[in-house]
């Protein structure tokens, strides 16, 4: 099922989520439908708070990009109450997008190799060195379940320019080709 994306500016993407245990919540389930919505979107990352699910788990799929990063090639996976437990190597700009913020692409350095401590989807436990576009994906996801957007890496100048296309996109104001969830107004 695809489910409705969480745009910019609603208080679930500015949360830390919380962390999956397991058989509390249909997790095969929720890993379809993230898959689904991320696909039908056109995006290779997709985090559980932004299809307003306050877990820790992201998915990617950043195989559409083994053209440019051969490390790309078949990179597909569920990451559960992932943690980074080390971040190293060079910083790299990369230009960046989210399904929760349609429109606005930005160069974000970040540096180049991750370790990472996750439960894959049968919640087995696995410690992985990324590094390239496949850190970089993971790092933007798990961003998100520390409530912290792709907009916050970037220089202030370059900010206050986006001021005006955040604020309508928040507004819903910004209409992209997927279905985004209706903004909750305050009673
Ligand atoms: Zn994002």
Redesign the pocket.
Known sequence: MILPIVRYGQTILRLTAKPVEKDKININELIANMYETMYAAHGI?L?AP?VDVPFSLFVVDVDAFKKDYPDAEGFKRVFINPEIIEESGEEWFFNEG????PEIHEDVKRKSTIVIRYLDENFVEHTDTLSGICARVCQ??YD?LQGK??VERISPLRRSFLKRKLNEIANGKVLPDYKMKNIQRKR
């Open positions: 990352g985090a932004q989210c399904l929760s913020v933007h996801e998100h957007m792709f």
